[in-house]
Structures are given as C-alpha cells and as structure tokens.
C-alpha cells in the first residue's frame, strides 16, 4: 500500500490484518510512503518497492486529488495534473520492467466520468483554469496514458485497464467548489447520499479489472459498474495519446536511455 498518509494507512492495514489473522494464505501488508505530486518521493517508493518485491502482478493507480484550488507542485506542475496523472505515469514506468518480468500482470488506471469535458492546450500545460476543468483534464489524461501504454505492450501478458468508479463516498470531495453547483456544499453533503456509492460498493469496478478472468485477455478498455463503457473522442484520439505521453516523459525527465519496456 503505497499511501501519502502513513497514519491512516497503518490504520487500514491493521483492519486487513485484523479481518485475515486466521488465514494462513493471506500473505503480508507492506506499507510504503507515497507523494504522488512529488517526483522524487514517486522514484523513492518505486525503488524501495523494486529491492523488496520480485513479482508485481498487479498495480493499481488509485490516488486522487479533485477540485483543489490551483497551485503548483514543487516540481512546477499544477496540482492535479502532476497527482493524478504525472505520478502515476512516472510510478508505473518505473515498476513496469519488474511488472513484464512477472507476466501475466495488470495496471489499472482510475479515471472518471469527468474525463468527458477534459481538454488540453499542449502549449499551456500549467495553465490556470476552473478547478473542475483541471480535474477533467488529469481524468482524461488517466485514459489517454492508459490507451497508450496498452498498445505499446500488446502481446506481453501485461493488460491496461481505465476505471471509472462511480461517484463514492469518501473524503475525494473535500475541496468541492460550491459555487460551480446551484446548490450549497451543506445541501450537496446532505443529500450526496441519493447517488453516491458507498467504499465497497465504489471498488467494485475496481476489483473486477483487476481479478475477474473475463477481464485477463482484454485491453485498453474503460469501464464503469463493471462493464466496458463508451469514452468522449479525445480519449480514444491515439495522436492526442502520443503527444501526451511524449511530454509526459518530459516532465517527468525520463532517461531516454533507459527502456522502461525491457524486462528486468
């Protein structure tokens, strides 16, 4: 579990480990620290992950920020593009020769509905924008790096998967800006609970991707409640995919002599 926040971490592990003490096939929980909007916490944890792990067979990309107010990241990027987008994409390069060594594996990417009204300007890759919009457009990105890495490892044993998980309830909401709704934040809290899934009912999607058998010899997909949903143009445009996943290496300084697609 690789977690920017150590206490509540600790303290979901302890409910798993609580829940499987008497299993004896139940395997152990490792905790690592993870700050995906930071560069260099995403290369620490991917190393320390690479000395003790010698399988990955699965990696999912679960971490998210929404709507926060803008700011930059101490790498210069805005905040939920480099969280949602830039870290994971980072992450994953990084695991990804341990994950094709490991093969059959997966990578499941969450994403969101939101993705529908993401747009870039290539030419402004920071650019100040309503806060919804910054969050359509990591949420596009989510699909895009996921459409572009399942074509680059086709045939691998390695399969690539988009997630939208509905919308759930859990603290992802904390800066809703409510001047973007007719509504006040107090009403939306207050009746939140007519559409909103609950935790379990929220990774359910999740979880299906990532162990159902159905799922093993598909690729590149986006789902929603478990099944292969329709994406907006842009996130199947794969020239819009190659572009940002060239600029993505550049923000990220990716050693274009290493290949993160050579086993290891």
Not at 156 to 181: K, N
Not at 205 to 214: G, I, P, R, S
């Amino acid at each position: 579990m690789a977690c920017r926040n150590l206490d509540k971490a600790e303290e979901a592990a302890k409910q798993i480990r609580d829940r499987l003490e008497h299993n004896q096939n139940a395997g152990k929980i490792s905790i690592k620290h993870l700050d995906l909007s930071s560069l260099s916490s995403v290369r620490t944890c991917a190393g320390e992950i690479l000395r003790e792990e010698p399988c990955i067979h699965l990696l999912i990309n679960n971490a998210g920020v929404m709507m926060c107010p803008h700011q930059l990241t101490e790498d210069g990027y805005e905040y939920q593009l480099a969280t949602n987008h830039l870290g994971h994409f980072l992450f994953t390069l990084l695991l990804l020769p341990r994950i094709l060594n490991s093969a059959p594996a997966r990578v499941v990417n969450l994403s969101s509905m939101a993705h529908l009204i993401g747009s870039f300007d290539f030419d402004n890759i920071n650019k100040k924008q309503n806060s919804l919009l910054a969050y359509a457009r990591s949420k596009l990105s989510n699909i895009l790096f996921s459409n572009e890495l399942a074509r680059r490892l086709k045939d691998t044993g390695v399969t690539v998967y988009s997630v939208h998980p509905g919308i759930v309830d859990t603290e992802l909401d904390r800066h809703f800006d409510a001047t973007i709704f007719s509504g006040s934040k107090a009403f939306l809290r207050s009746f939140g609970c007519l559409y909103k899934k609950t935790v379990k009912q929220g990774a359910q999607t999740t979880l299906y991707c990532a162990l159902d058998e159905k799922t093993a010899n598909e690729t590149g997909l986006y789902y929603s409640d478990c099944e292969a949903a329709v994406t907006s143009p842009k996130a199947t445009d794969p020239k819009l995919a190659k572009q940002l996943w060239d600029l993505s290496l550049q923000m990220v300084h990716w050693d274009h002599n290493t290949d993160p697609f050579k086993q290891g």
